[in-house]
């Protein structure tokens, strides 16, 4: 039988903020996007379909246990696993990585499904592992582990700024569990010379230009250094109360490259200027802190660790985003959650807010 305390107890502030920060993307892509000549349904709408079935999939994970998930554990690691390997030997290629693989009627990106389970797999695993002074070197052994293989995968495809997401809602976990600093210090001693291998040996050209150019985008400011000096331009030009909506000329005359995807947030500040902007990051910060009270205010160790990394995931992407847009960070293609266009980023951060809803619905029952 349905237990009643679980819609009395619903989450309802933080449904509503995902989805405000949902329809402000949409007008956001509409704009974007309005000058395109697009086959088939707009932009806009292909987002407002993936929002509704990204809505239904979170009320979905939201209505079983969460408890549920800390059982299949492994067996959801092992599965994406799979599917990584599966991509490099039998993927779709395109635009030089191999990130997808069709099943059946669809295809899947497996390393995005992998942000939610590394989440999993770490809470289960710390969940039922006793920490007192610290994790050691020795504690830390086995999750770099299950860390590595996914990481080195994704990598391989390549796809450096997932690879690098994945790694860090992880190391946010472990912070959270807690690391002695006699580990830390030796895993950063002995990430200099791993560091450096994956420069020379690892990193494709394209990938080294990125660096190259975030450290001076007028190295190349027609190929490479495109993308980060358009979207300075973009944003910069909103000034305070931004030119207007669809009166952004970066935006209308094509000059910003990846305008509703991985570059939306510029589109964004070029047109609703610093207040705009300073509206979403409140949006953002508050979706980030009610997250971390949800795990605040858990009973249970599992729950508050998977709280904890699904606020994490959706950190990073917050910041690496918005900082790439600016010229902070390097383009490494990182989604704005629940704003820039696309189905698959769509999905796994309603996921993780059904996460979100899970826990905060049962803490009363636990």
């Not at 995968?153 to 006699?182: C, E, H, N, Y």
């Not at 189905?343 to 905060?360: C, F, P, R």
Request: with cysteine; glycine share 10%; aromatic share 16%.
């Amino acid at each position: 039988m349905f237990d009643r305390r679980l819609f009395t107890n619903f989450d309802w502030t933080l449904l509503v903020v995902v989805i405000l920060i949902s329809a402000f993307g949409v007008v956001n892509i509409y704009s974007a996007t309005s000058s395109y000549r697009e086959v088939g349904h707009p932009y806009y709408l292909k987002q407002i379909y993936w929002i509704v079935a990204g809505v239904v999939l979170c009320l979905t994970v939201c209505s079983l246990d969460y408890h549920m998930l800390e059982d299949f554990a492994y067996w959801l690691y092992g599965g994406v696993l799979f599917l990584l390997v599966l991509v490099l030997v039998a993927g779709k290629t395109s635009m030089g990585a191999t990130r997808w693989i069709h099943l059946g009627f669809f295809t899947v990106q497996p390393s995005e499904p992998m942000k939610i389970v590394i989440i999993i797999t770490f809470a289960r695993f710390f969940s039922r592992y006793p920490v007192f002074k610290g994790l050691t070197l020795r504690d830390l052994l086995y999750p770099l582990m299950l860390l590595g293989a996914p990481v080195l995968l994704i990598m391989k495809q390549p796809d450096l700024g997932t690879a690098i997401l994945v790694a860090m809602i992880a190391w946010t976990i472990l912070f959270f569990v807690g690391v002695r600093w006699s580990a830390l210090a030796t895993i950063c001693a002995a990430a200099i010379p791993v560091i450096y291998g994956g420069w020379r040996f690892v990193l494709h050209d394209y990938q080294k230009k990125r660096i190259y150019n975030f450290l001076n985008p007028d190295l190349d400011p027609q190929g490479s250094g495109y993308h980060i000096i358009q979207s300075k331009i973009a944003v910069g030009s909103g000034g305070t109360f931004g030119k207007g909506f669809l009166h952004g000329t970066q935006s209308q005359l094509r000059f910003l490259p990846e305008q509703h995807t991985d570059f939306a947030f510029s589109v964004f500040g070029e047109e609703w200027g610093f207040v705009g902007c300073l509206v979403m990051l409140i949006l953002y910060l508050f979706l980030i802190l009610w997250g971390l009270g949800i795990a605040k205010r858990c009973n249970d160790r599992f729950g508050a660790l998977l709280a904890v990394g699904v606020c994490a995931m959706l950190f990073w992407h917050i910041v690496i985003n918005m900082g790439m847009v600016i010229g902070l960070f390097p383009v490494v293609g990182v989604p704005l959650p629940f704003f820039s266009y696309g189905g698959t980023s769509m999905v796994t951060s309603m996921i993780g807010v059904g996460i979100l809803l899970n826990i905060s619905m049962r803490r009363f029952m636990f």
